[in-house]
């Protein structure tokens, strides 16, 4: 009985002394330089603005004050404004930072300065591959080739892991000259590139049998319009009667190159586009110019066809230009503005949602298919059968 008192009191004195402890410790953060007023304007009478510019200055005021290390200011700045943005909560809202800019315009463009060379981090050899050298390129014209392991650059040498930072420093001025020390098989060398202007073609072409043309789109870059209609012509000399337009994997691009490329098929005045913004305003697009194009037309999409590739899509099926075979689309149609910063960052925020010719609804919806069929090789197939009842 008094043993069992002693283990009583035994815990009560512990349970007393981890309270005090907890509390302690509790106590201790909570009162940590309590003299000061650390305040952040957010009450209902400032506005949004108001609010951002008390927080980020007083956070900024803490991290100057009180941060061990060292930081760097700009990525303050920038981190400040990708969480901002990021915290709008929509996906294709996006902030950029002036590198990050460069390398989505050159994207976008299909135009960029550097040796035009795509690679890829190989885990098993530790090294960078190469996967192609763009065609015309400086990487090309080099003669580096698929398969290449980059084992340094300028003398630095890089494993797989550092691809990001072995780009950085493949990249410079044109007419700047990079030394690339390479294994081929069991062969080192080293080749000399001079960076230059190198453009990426999105556009490819091919006659198939029975006088059917096939263009594939894999972007809507800089210039597509132009790459297609350039494609189709020199099928139209080949013999082409009939024409596939394969949008498969195509997630957009640049709006006004597939209005552009809608604009060679759809009769003047045809209905292309129907935009809305914020405030329900309605914009429509329509064909400038008689159509050029008059060959029947099938059209392949799947639910990798987005935005851009949507709205083509739409077009020439509302305007019973093309029928559609493949899958329902992937259903983003909404579309997003770049505003370029002083700071050389830009803002990419969504600013308006389309519809179809017709007004129906793309977002998160897509557009569906004259004909649903599953399978690459089966889409294929079903667009040529088409197109060669159209010819009979």
């Known amino acids: 009985m008094e043993n069992k008192k002693r283990q009583t009191i035994y815990k009560t004195i512990m349970l007393i002394i981890v309270?005090?402890?907890?509390?302690?410790?509790?106590?201790?953060i909570i009162n940590y330089d309590g003299s000061r007023n650390y305040?952040?304007?957010?009450?209902g009478d400032s506005d949004i603005t108001s609010q951002i510019e008390s927080a980020v200055s007083l956070v900024t005021e803490l991290i100057e004050e009180k941060?061990?290390?060292?930081?760097?200011?700009?990525?303050?700045?920038?981190g400040a404004l990708k969480g901002m943005v990021e915290?709008?909560?929509?996906?294709?809202?996006?902030?950029?930072?002036?590198?990050?800019?460069?390398?989505?315009?050159?994207?976008t463009l299909g135009n960029f300065v550097g040796i035009g060379v795509y690679m890829q981090a190989n885990k098993e050899t530790d090294t960078v591959i190469v996967q192609s050298a763009i065609p015309n390129s400086p990487a090309e014209k080099a003669g580096l080739q698929m398969g290449d392991q980059i084992l340094k650059v300028d003398g630095i040498e890089y494993r797989a892991e550092e691809i990001d930072e072995m780009t950085n420093n493949i990249r410079g001025e044109e007419g700047t000259e990079v030394t690339l020390t390479i294994k081929r098989g069991?062969?080192?060398l080293e080749i000399k590139v001079t960076r230059g202007?190198?453009?990426i073609n999105y556009v490819t072409d091919k006659l198939l049998e029975d006088n059917i043309?096939?263009?594939?789109?894999?972007?809507?870059d800089e210039g597509c319009r132009d790459d297609f209609f350039n494609a189709y012509k020199r099928l139209e000399e080949q013999g082409a009667k009939s024409l596939i337009i394969d949008l498969r994997y195509n997630g957009g691009g640049l709006v006004d190159e597939a209005l552009d490329i809608a604009?060679?098929?759809?009769?003047?005045?045809?209905?292309?586009?129907?935009?809305?913004?914020?405030?329900?305003?309605k914009e429509v697009t329509k064909a400038k110019s008689d159509a050029t194009i008059k060959m029947p037309i099938v059209l392949i999409a799947n639910g990798a066809s987005a935005s851009a590739s949507e709205i083509l899509a739409a077009a020439l099926k509302d305007n019973g230009k093309a029928e559609i075979v493949g899958e329902t689309t992937y259903g983003k149609g909404v579309i997003q503005e770049l505003i370029k910063l002083s700071n050389g960052g830009a803002l990419k925020v969504t600013s308006s949602e389309y519809y179809t010719p017709k007004e129906q609804k793309i977002n998160e919806v897509g557009v569906e298919p004259n004909h649903k069929v599953t399978g690459l090789q089966e889409q294929e197939i079903k667009a040529k059968e088409i197109l060669k009842e159209k010819m009979q």
């Open 197 to 199: 202007s190198v453009h």
């Open 87 to 107: 915290s709008v909560g929509d996906v294709y809202t996006e902030y950029y930072t002036k590198e990050e800019l460069e390398d989505f315009t050159a994207t």
């Open 213 to 220: 043309g096939y263009i594939y789109i894999e972007t809507f």
């Open 67 to 78: 941060y061990l290390g060292e930081f760097d200011k700009e990525k303050l700045v920038e």
């Open 263 to 281: 604009d060679l098929i759809c009769d003047k005045d045809n209905t292309l586009l129907v935009t809305a913004d914020k405030n329900g305003k």
């Open 186 to 188: 069991e062969e080192i």
């Open 19 to 28: 309270v005090t402890i907890v509390t302690f410790v509790v106590t201790s």
């Open 39 to 43: 305040r952040i304007t957010a009450n």
